[in-house]
């Protein structure tokens, strides 16, 4: 609303108040304060007020990327939502991905006490989906409590996290195959270019699926010795396999397709809190951040920082803020 407010005062600057209505439509369920902005609310578009953000791109919130793409892709994408719907409610157990996905998820989280997944799409033009599924996922599964308000005793949502193709790479694949630490992984493989440039869809493609095999199977003492390899660095260049990969591949990336595949992680999400007993629909843990914030704003705004519920290091940071600024 701050952004919408800014966006109105350059309105009315250059062409007065009557302007408002003309040029503003809202996605909202509070009528009175759609008019007391200013807007005609017949340019309201409503949608349910219980339904979180991280799942309302297929609702009307999803105006402005119906505006950037189009009435008919923006219904393509939707038709890949209702496709995966349909099949999360009707396909049998063995051939439903969703629950399969949530399954493996859990089993990854609980039984391997695998922390995190990494999402490794090897199309550019997936390179934000990662941080898509970041607000999916760990804003619906990052929870510690209970439907039933008793606190869990067992791990639940993992860190999801990535960077698409080959940046990935040359950058964290490194930890993958022989950190410490391991990471699932989600590669989503495209099979058709909208682009297509000399080799390098096939080039792309064979790193994907290499790297799947690598961290699937990992590479023997035997197996490097076997290349010639000195024996000081044998031990260097061993990779120890046995990383849980799904491979997803797409015949090629359309609107149709990328509903699909938001769909598909979105039941796979609410697999994982069925399964874990928490409500996958809400976030206070975000809400309490936005609550404080407020507080320190009207500080902020004072030039002060005396807030009482505020402890010493937070008001602190604020002075350090006001002396800065």
Known sequence: MTNAGDARRWLVDALGEAAVEKHFVALSTNAQ???????????MYGFWDWVGGRYSVDSAIGLSTMIAVGPANFGAMLSGFHAIDQHFSHAAP??????MMGLIAVWN???LKIP???VLPYSQYL???PAYLQQLTMESNGKSVR????????DTGAIFWGEPGTNGQHSFYQLLHQGTSTVAADVIVVAKTAHAIG???DMLVANALAQAAVLALGRTEMEVAADGTSATLVPHKVMPGNRPVSLFMVEQLDPFTLGALIALYEHAVFVQGAIWGIDSFDQWGVELGKKVALGILADLTKGTAQNPSLDAASLADMNTYLTLR
């Open 33 to 43: 304060a759609v008019s007391e902005f200013g807007i005609d609310t017949h340019h």
């Open 94 to 99: 063995h051939e439903n991905l969703p629950l």
């Open 109 to 111: 989280r609980n039984f």
């Open 116 to 118: 995190t997944t990494a």
């Open 127 to 129: 390179s934000r989906f």
């Open 147 to 154: 439907r039933d308000g008793e606190a869990v005793s067992y």
């Open 199 to 201: 080799q390098q869809q």
